[in-house]
C-alpha cells in the first residue's frame, strides 16, 4: 500500500481530530476516559468546552455510564449497550443516540439524523445554549429503553436453574 493510502486510512474521519485513531486501548495503554480527557484539552476551544459539558451531563443523568473510545477515536457512553456517541467535528459537536428514534423528545432536541429508523443525533454549534435538563432527560431515557431491552431480550435464570 502507497504511503498517501497509508495516510488517507489512518486520517481521522469527517473532520474528525483526536488522540491516536484506535477502536480499542490496547495499543494506547490509556483508559478511555483517558482518551476523552485528552481529546478535550486537544480541541481547547469551543467544542472541548462542549465536549466536557455534555460528558458531565451525561455522568449526571447516569452516574453509571461506562465510558467507551470506539471507532477510530470516538467517545462513546453505555449503559446495557450504547446511549449515544460524541464526535466532534470543525462545526459542530454531535451526539448521536443509538436508538434515538425510539426516544420521545419533547424538547425537540434531535436536529440532526432524523430520517433514520434507529439513529437520531444532536448537532451542538458554536455559542448554541444546551437544554441540559432536556439532555439529561434524554439520557435518562436512552438508559432505560436498553435496560428494558436487555431485561426482554435475556430472561435471568431463576435461583433453581443456577
Not at 59 to 73: L, M, N, S, T, V
Not at 144 to 153: C, D, E, I, P, T
Amino acid at each position: 500500500m502507497s504511503k498517501a493510502a497509508l495516510k488517507k486510512r489512518s486520517a481521522p474521519r469527517n473532520g474528525a481530530s483526536g488522540p491516536p485513531a484506535s477502536g480499542s486501548t490496547e495499543s494506547t495503554g490509556a483508559s478511555p476516559s483517558r482518551l476523552i480527557d485528552a481529546r478535550i484539552k486537544e480541541l481547547s476551544d469551543w467544542r472541548g468546552e462542549t465536549l466536557a459539558r455534555v460528558r458531565a451531563l451525561i455522568r449526571e443523568a447516569d452516574p453509571d455510564a461506562i465510558e467507551e473510545w470506539k471507532w477510530r477515536g470516538v467517545p462513546v457512553w453505555s449503559h446495557a449497550g450504547i446511549l449515544c456517541t460524541g464526535e466532534t467535528y470543525k462545526t459542530a459537536v454531535k451526539l448521536t443516540f443509538a436508538k434515538g428514534a425510539a426516544l420521545d423528545d419533547p424538547k425537540g432536541l434531535f436536529n440532526s439524523s432524523l430520517e433514520g429508523s434507529t439513529r437520531r443525533a444532536i448537532d451542538i454549534h458554536e455559542g448554541e445554549r444546551i437544554d441540559e435538563a432536556a439532555l439529561k432527560a434524554l439520557v435518562a431515557a436512552a438508559v432505560a429503553l436498553n435496560v428494558s431491552g436487555r431485561a426482554a431480550g435475556r430472561p435471568t435464570p431463576s435461583r433453581d436453574e443456577e
